[in-house]
T-cell receptor, first 111, second 116 residues
Framework: SQTIHQWPATLVQPVGSPLSLECTVE??????LYWYRQAAGRGLQLLFY??????ISSEVPQNLSASRPQDRQFILSSKKLLLSDSGFYLC??????????FGEGSRLTVL | AQTVTQSQPEMSVQEAETVTLSCTYD???????LFWYKQPPSRQMILVIR??????QNATENRFSVNFQKAAKSFSLKISDSQLGDTAMYFC?????????????FGTGTRLTVIP
């Protein structure tokens, strides 16, 4: 069966510090990978998606970037965090025409 | 642009009773998918049920069923025999294909509390 893991689960970082959230998928190959952000009391917003190694598409301009160094690894990064980057970040995977399956989420607090 | 609207920020239901969560969406697409996701306090998003727009028959998954009205662009979720474990945020989502991947457009969610 397929599983998806992301870490860290919780992160508290000062403004201006770097960020790296990691996500890995097991039990499938060539998945589509996604990063979503959920602001407090709101739905999810797609940040990045990837259909293959090294292929990243951004949905909204922001202070964040994403990379896919391996088939089943997806990384969300920032060089300098802003207060507005605080939120709950969810990684997800899907096959081409299927539903998305989400990881456990990472809560980021920028102070 | 696709939008998904959940007009009920909070709802409550007695244990063992039935509750219906509302969702409407706006799209010019003809082929798409609709989903209900559940987000318990653990915060992980869990798929509850899915509906393909080309299917007229409403999807059912154990105690969960939907009322899909394509012309009205309505997609409500009915939870029968509510259980305490159903307490969670419920998100309605519309999926559209894009350049080999999928994008889910989420509503703002309905917080459901099951009362013992």
């Amino acid at each position: 069966s397929q599983t998806i893991h992301q870490w860290p689960a919780t992160l508290v970082q000062p403004v201006g510090s770097p960020l790296s959230l990691e996500c890995t998928v097991e039990g499938t190959s060539n998945p589509n990978l996604y990063w979503y952000r959920q602001a407090a009391g709101r739905g999810l917003q797609l940040l990045f998606y990837s259909v293959g190694i090294g292929q990243i598409s951004s949905e909204v301009p922001q202070n964040l970037s994403a990379s896919r160094p391996q088939d089943r690894q997806f990384i969300l990064s920032s060089k300098k965090l802003l207060l507005s980057d605080s939120g709950f970040y969810l990684c997800a995977w899907s096959k081409l025409a299927g539903e998305l399956f989400f990881g456990e989420g990472s809560r980021l607090t920028v102070l | 642009a696709q939008t998904v609207t959940q007009s009920q920020p909070e709802m409550s239901v007695q244990e063992a009773e039935t509750v219906t969560l509302s969702c409407t969406y706006d799209t010019s697409e003809n082929n798409y998918y609709l989903f209900w996701y559940k987000q318990p306090p653990s915060r992980q998003m869990i798929l509850v049920i899915r509906q393909e727009a080309y299917k007229q028959q409403n999807a059912t998954e154990n105690r969960f069923s939907v009322n899909f009205q394509k012309a009205a662009k309505s997609f409500s979720l009915k939870i029968s025999d509510s259980q305490l474990g159903d307490t969670a945020m419920y998100f309605c989502a519309f999926m559209k294909h894009m350049a080999g991947a999928n994008n889910l457009f989420f509503g703002t969610g309905t917080r459901l509390t099951v009362i013992p």
